[in-house]
């Protein structure tokens, strides 16, 4: 049987079922193969993000912070609560309700928009033909003009921490604990290992995160990587550094992990559950035939251009297993992009403005260079802080760790980047974002009026703060 399609996406998460309903929306006949499984054996659309990533963790986070403040901020505010407790299982059904409620939403999606779904597993073959392999172990072929290939990705294992039913486990084990930790281990200390660490650590568990690497969250700037340490640190996140993890042994319902200190010394430590969030790798293995023509790097990833076409005409590969940073909103916009470019639109994504977030509490998140990165290119700049906790918007909610720090060029007085640590960080980078897109200065930014009072006033604030004329904190005295 073969069937025909203008636009065939491999893969349903937040880069696929975009660039398909996209590509639908444009007029194009367009089908999306998704492999994807729940517990009950049901396809799901959504992928990694909307499963087992971003939506589910967002919702622990918000939670488990709604849990700690009732518990540890709410007297500040006059407000007595008595005895609080939280009920776990609640907690973790709410988040499986709203998984259910996105994935569901996105069928409907589909549907509303003529989107043919396919439940199974999709390999790219020579001439742009798909081999779509049913659950049931059907094979069709399907005939295309283009293939968007959108398989995104699988976190790393390690041979010293092998998974296990319920003890070691990776993020997807770790939004689905029923109880609370007493000690709970983590390796890594990214994005996930942070957030998950985070969720748990509110609830009561003794965390303990080992990371491999010296510096701590070497991708941001350093002042933003210092101030999460120091907050990290009063938030009981114990975080050590230079920790090369080397074996686990499993005893009984406890792991006994052996690492290598800062020193080059023998430790061991006791968990009752350790999470393993070691980063994560392209899902590439096995999606092309040995003819397809697509090439591939050594580590997985699939070589593409500025557009993400591959080295096969009319295929093309977005997302996770591509060149970037792993984002789920990187994704999708490079998915509407190629849905753009097939359909004969002119279309192209700015990479130096793609925000990254970290979702503590705070939120750390940026945009653009950072001062190491700057410094190393020889680029001149100048800098603009400002405090949460001079801001009256802040105080009132009693949430004025962080700060806004705002980087432009010295000769050009371009915004270059913008780093966050606070309280709704990752809303407030949004403004940096549309403002580095429209190539503006940080005057620009200095001479907008930002509403009182407001957060967001930090961000106007650290932009005066660029030229030192800040008004609401004392600005440094010129040399």
Not at 60 to 83: N, P
Request: aromatic share 6%; proline share 3%; charged share 25%.
């Amino acid at each position: 049987m073969s069937d025909k399609f203008d636009v065939v996406v491999i893969g349903g998460g937040p880069g696929g079922y975009v660039a398909a309903i996209r590509a639908a929306q444009l007029g194009l006949k367009t089908a999306c193969i998704e492999k994807w499984l729940d517990k009950d054996n049901k396809s799901r659309l959504g992928g990694t993000c909307l499963n087992v990533g971003c939506i589910p963790s967002k919702a622990l986070l918000d939670s488990s912070h709604k849990y700690h403040d009732a518990k540890e901020s709410y007297g500040v505010h006059g407000i007595s609560v008595g005895d609080v407790a939280m009920d776990v299982n609640a907690m973790v059904n709410r988040k499986d309700k709203i998984v259910d409620q996105l994935t569901s939403g996105i069928t409907g999606l589909f549907k509303a928009n003529g989107v043919t779904s396919f439940e199974g597993f999709g390999k790219v073959l020579a001439n742009k033909k798909v081999e779509f392999t049913a659950h049931d172990g059907t094979v069709t072929v399907l005939e295309t003009e283009n293939v968007i290939l959108a398989t995104g990705s699988v976190p790393v294992n390690i041979p010293p921490a092998p998974r296990t039913e319920d003890i070691i486990v990776d993020n997807e084990g770790a939004l689905n604990f029923r109880e609370v930790p007493k000690r709970l281990g983590v390796i890594g200390a990214g994005v996930i290992g942070l957030e998950l660490g985070s969720v748990w650590a509110r609830l009561g568990s003794d965390v303990v995160v080992l990371e491999a690497q010296d510096a701590f969250l070497s991708v941001c700037d350093q002042d933003i990587a210092k101030e999460a340490a120091k907050i990290f640190k009063k938030q009981h996140l114990d975080i050590r550094l230079g920790a090369r993890v080397t074996g686990s042994q499993i005893n009984g319902e406890e792991v006994e992990v052996t690492y290598l200190d800062a020193k080059g010394e023998e430790q061991k430590q006791t968990f009752d559950k350790l999470i393993v969030a070691v980063g994560r790798k392209p899902f590439t293995q096995g999606c092309f035939s040995d003819d397809s023509g697509v090439k591939l790097d050594e580590r997985g990833f699939v070589f593409v251009d500025e557009q993400c076409r591959t080295s096969v005409p009319g295929v093309f590969a977005i997302g996770d297993i591509v060149r970037g940073p792993m984002l789920a909103h990187k994704a999708s916009e490079e998915g509407v992009m190629v849905a753009d470019i097939i359909a004969g639109h002119k279309a192209q994504m700015n990479y130096d403005c793609i925000p990254s977030v970290i979702y503590t509490h705070p939120e750390l998140a940026w945009v653009g260079k950072n001062e190491q990165e700057l410094k190393a290119e020889g680029i001149k700049f100048k800098v603009g802080k400002f405090p949460f906790a001079a801001s009256g918007r802040a105080m009132a909610a009693n949430d004025t760790d962080g700060f806004v720090k705002m980087i432009a060029c010295e000769e050009t007085d371009r915004i270059l980047g913008c780093h966050i640590i606070g309280s709704h960080a990752a809303d407030l980078i949004a403004q940096a974002v549309i403002a580095m897109e429209f190539g503006s200065t940080a005057e620009d930014i200095a001479l907008t009026v930002f509403a009182h009072p407001t957060v967001s006033e930090a961000v106007h604030e650290a932009a005066l703060a660029v030229d030192n004329h800040a008004i609401h904190i004392a600005n440094r005295k010129k040399r």
